[in-house]
């Protein structure tokens, strides 16, 4: 069964560094999402791609976030510089129809730990 | 955005049915209920959704009520693997708004 890739699956960094992780969706999901979970809370999107274009990124920190689909297929999420506030799971999620009910399947995640 | 409210954890035994409630009370015409779920250290997965009719499928049921202002998601017979985060969404616009959801521990 095909999987939403991501990596890497843990990430520990010191503040004011800066780190990149890497989603590579299901092949020929047109959708991809990134989402923000901390500890004990429920994932928030934080920004959808149509394709290439970016459709949704109202809840995107873009002082120092950053997320790019270059080709259409995978995606990168850059956070620069990192602050302690940014410690959670990030994960990427892929679906074939926009906007609708269509399911959405997620990766594993990147635990991320800044120090 | 439409919010639902879930309890914060249950408890069950392996091999008896659970029902997990949601309260959708504002609700909208247009908005599905979605139900994914999270299992320790793994990404959300998608359980069931409906509109209006209760929904079948190979991992749950769900019921949702005639005036859609809430729903349960029942598991026929909880296992050891089906203890997980359930959360019970409201599709609005193509974006799912993920609340805390229920944590379900399931006893042996």
């Known amino acids: 069964e095909a999987e939403v890739a991501q990596s890497p699956r843990y990430k520990i960094t010191e503040k004011s560094q800066a780190v990149a992780f890497w989603c590579d969706p299901i092949s020929g999901h047109a959708t991809l999402y990134w989402y923000r979970q901390i500890l004990g809370q429920g994932p928030e999107l934080l920004v959808q791609f149509q394709d290439e274009s970016v459709v949704d990124d109202s809840q995107l920190p873009k002082d120092r976030f950053s997320a790019e689909r270059l080709k259409g297929v995978d995606s990168t999420l850059k956070i620069q510089p990192a602050e302690l506030g940014d410690s959670a799971m990030y994960l990427c999620?892929?679906?074939?129809?926009?906007?609708?009910?269509?399911?959405?399947?997620f990766g594993p995640g990147t635990r991320l730990t800044v120090l | 955005d439409a919010k639902t409210t879930q309890p914060n954890s249950m408890e069950s035994n392996e091999e008896e049915p659970v029902h997990l409630p949601c309260n959708h009370s504002t609700i909208s015409g247009t908005d599905y209920i979605h139900w994914y779920r999270q299992l320790p250290s793994q990404g959300p997965e998608y359980v069931i959704h409906?509109?209006?009719s209760n929904v079948n499928n190979r991992m749950a049921s769900l019921a949702i009520a005639e005036d859609r202002k809430s729903s349960t998601l029942i598991l026929h017979r909880a296992t050891l693997r089906d203890a997980a985060v359930y959360y019970c969404i409201l599709l609005q616009g193509g974006k799912l708004i993920f609340g805390q959801g229920t944590e379900l521990s399931v006893k042996p």
């Open positions: 409906g509109l209006t």
């Open positions: 999620a892929s679906s074939l129809i926009p906007w609708s009910t269509d399911t959405q399947y």
